[in-house]
């Protein structure tokens, strides 16, 4: 089969070293080790404890990356999440100011991103005609706004209590975030490659009439997979207020859908559905962490580190693209096709 | 008349028209009638002159079912050159400058529907990194320096004449007229409905998309010098993020985000739409914090309305051919 | 064998933006400044004063931080990477007062000194504060400048920044207070508090709202650098009756200022951002040498001028005023709209 791991249902790729190698999965890990070597070389303070010490800022985001993958797979998007991460960290704010203890604040945080989710599922299952990207563009402005209209005008609102320590806690010189993030990668692989539920997203990502036809409740597992995005940006903006002890509802999560579809893309998932897996996204996304951890030691503009992320974005992707399309003719003419190269 | 009423909900135009209308009344009505004023009507369509021009060249993208979302980018890189072409005094000649703009964005376009088009790469990634790229290279290009005020005269002085309702109505027309009058017009609508049987009836798919993101581009760029002219100033950020607007304005027009629906009508409706939402919502006595709120709200209700409308006049339309 | 060859020049090409992007790193830094954001020209010039100010001091160690985007999330990248590679003072220009406490404390605890210019945050969280201008000057100054503009009496209306700028509220909210405790400004009456988000188009829109809605309009306030630029072009080529005053770039709003109908600001304020990056980068330099530790009393020389650190009202922590704001009028913004 191809570089990009097309796991279909019809056709699971046989491993064998040779071929994890030259998959996009494998192609990321040797890139991820490229780019722990060249940052170690470049700058003197790129070492374990310092990538361990600006980690928790760009690993919360990546929360978001396996529910955001789910919703690729199916051929849609999402980009109301980082609108979403700053709804529910604002509720958090209040409900932490309020004095309600610490199990009661993640409740209500992590309620407001499902019920944010799921209003997301809601409008686009009860009229599964309108496209994603336009409903939850109106979701985005519409949670950004309520969570403006909360705070008021003033300065941003302060979380107001020491009781978030034990997300911001360290185990050794590892944040207990990055335990989390893996934690909850192993659970959504799980889900994805292990169940039902998760056969039946790639499903509905390559053929949405035949998944209706095949059974399949399309709708459900929709509303499901948006409900979950919801929620995944709440326990994003959980691990995100250890950081950033305060919200702005112009600024709180901003942008985070994109940085997020970009991991994904770049660790495989085809935005047009039914391909990609969590590991390819998982890596990709800790390559962009440690690539823009990297080149912030060795003081570069910022600017240019966007732009060196966009170039790597388009190029990957132009390559794995390539060899994706000659796989694909391969594969018409031996099809079912394990054989190595 | 119930004929009537059923192409009235039928079509989306139409349906987007009377909405617009009431909104219309609604606005004047709760501004104390200063709303229709022609004057008032002039600042909505050239303080949205941005996003009604980069709307047109967003309904042929999304006609062949891609998306751009670099066009934002492309404006800053391209406003930000001129705005500096201008300070430096390099080139003062305003035409001249607008042609510079429009071939810079030309250029990023170019290389964005060769990467859709010959890359095979999905148009929201590569328009996605090609964003980061163009928004770098405008902040490259400002250098520490914004182009505003006396150092954009020249463009400043054109964005007060009737120069961008000009540039505005010539745009539609010209889109108007290729759209539906010309082959490749006719090309863009096939690809959008059946890029297959486009294919294999002859067209050649690959030029037609790389001419769309080009054209997208030559937009893109033009809007780049129109809002150096309108706002007299060149920044790096401006209008970041207002891709969505624009891609907004076209889907609450009726264009399909899968390709092959949207009309170029529907997408100037779309447009003014917005930019009513836009120019209404700090008139009617609404504190400024609620703006945001309440315009995500009606861009909801408008697709929600929409969605029910067509399902109505489907519906009816089944009940009539049962009969 | 292709894919092979795709996956080695994706790695060649990462790992060589890596390398090539360290050739421009000079050194370890141990001065740093953290601006607002890049893209906005009022933070290049304290950059640049900043820089100055370091190479007059023979100073090499120093590193500018410009970060992606104007937000919290994007300044505490910065400063993370710059408390890993063990700087030892951070003069930062915050984005918001309470959102970067997490990350300044951790600073703190590695024995970086931390200093804030332009826009403070917590006193707790800083060391000192080089102030542009004392918040009740600014607002003094402004609503003495509404004042004028409009005679003694009439409508007035503020066209600011984003609902949760700091600095912007704060000057707000002092102007509010000015002019509820003197009686002298009683006939002045504050018909809006317009947000145009620092963008061209909203705060044109909010403008020509604003002149809509209130047809009695006398004067317009904008004390945000992009607000002002927008409202002055909407009012000149409109040649509309009401005026503007507010804080502006000389370099940018040369082209509206004047006293005839034909220019729409008779005169602005501000200070010069290039000394308040001068002020940062000597107060920087004290401060890692012990020559102040951020009490109130402290002094150290800038040059030929001693400055300084006087106590923030109400607190006993300190701030460095870098003097009164400076007003812009046509008799010498051809002098300044040069400099800055």
Redesign the interface.
Known sequence: MAGKSGRTISAVPVRSWKKLILSWEGALVVIFIAVLIAGRIMSPSFNLNSVMFMMPQYLSQLFIVFPMAFVLIMGEIDISVGSIACLSATTACLAANAGLPLPLMILVCLGTGLACGALNGFVLTVWPELPPMIVTLGTQIIFRGISEVVIGAGSSLKYDSDNLSPFAATAGPVPVVFFAVVVVAVLFMILLSKTTFGRRLYAIGSNRTAAKYAGIGVNRVRFIVYALAGLMAALCALFLLTQIPAVKSDEFGKGFEMNVIAMCVFGGIATTGGKGNLFGAFIAGMTIVCMRIALGLINVNDNVITIVIGVLLIVSVLISGISRFKGKGKAKKKPKSVTAD | MKAFLRKLSGNHEISLAIILVVLFIVVDILSGFTFHGIGNIGEIFKNNSLTLIMSLGMLCVLLTGGIDISITGVLAFAGMTVGMLQKYNVIKNVPLLFLIAIAIGALCGLLNGVVIAKGKVSPIICTLGAMYIWRGLATVVYNGEWASGENVAGMSAFGNTAGPYIILAAAFVVYFVVMKWTPFGRKVYAIGSNREAAQISGINVDRVEILVYVLMGVLAGLAGALSVSLYGSAQPTMQDGKEMDVIAACVIGGVSMSGGRGTVVGTLLGGIFYAVVYKALPLVGLESIWQNLIKGVIILAVVVINVVSQRISRRQTLARREI | ????T??L???V???A???S??G??SG??EYALVTK?????YN?KE??GFVAAMKAQGITSY?V??????????Q???I??L????VKSIAIAA?????L???LKSAKEKGIKILTLDSDVAVADRLTFCNQAGVQEVGQALIDAVYDIASGAGEYAILSA???A?NQ?AWIDAMKAIAAADSKYKDLTLV????G?D???KS???T???L??YPNLKVICAPTT?GI??A??VLQ?KKSTVKLTGLG?P??????IGNDADHSCPYMFLWNPIDLGKLAAYASVALVKGDIDGTVGGTFMMGETQYKLTAVEGTNASEIILGPPFKFDPSNINEWKEVY
């Not at chain 3, 931080?65 to 994007?74: F, L």
């Not at chain 3, 984005?95 to 959102?99: L, V």
């Open positions: 064998m292709k894919k092979l795709a996956l020049l994706v790695t090409m990462a790992a933006i890596l390398v992007c360290g421009a790193s370890s830094a954001a890049s893209g906005n020209a290049e950059a640049e590193v931080k410009h970060p992606e985007k104007a937000t919290v999330d994007a505490i990248a910065v993370n990477s408390i890993a590679q063990g984005n918001d007062a309470n959102a406490s997490a990350t984003t609902s949760q700091t509220n809006e508090v317009a947000y988000d963008e061209p188009q044109t829109d909010q020509q709202a604003l809509q809605k992009v630029m927008a002055a072009k080529d770039l370099s940018e709003m040369a082209a509206y």
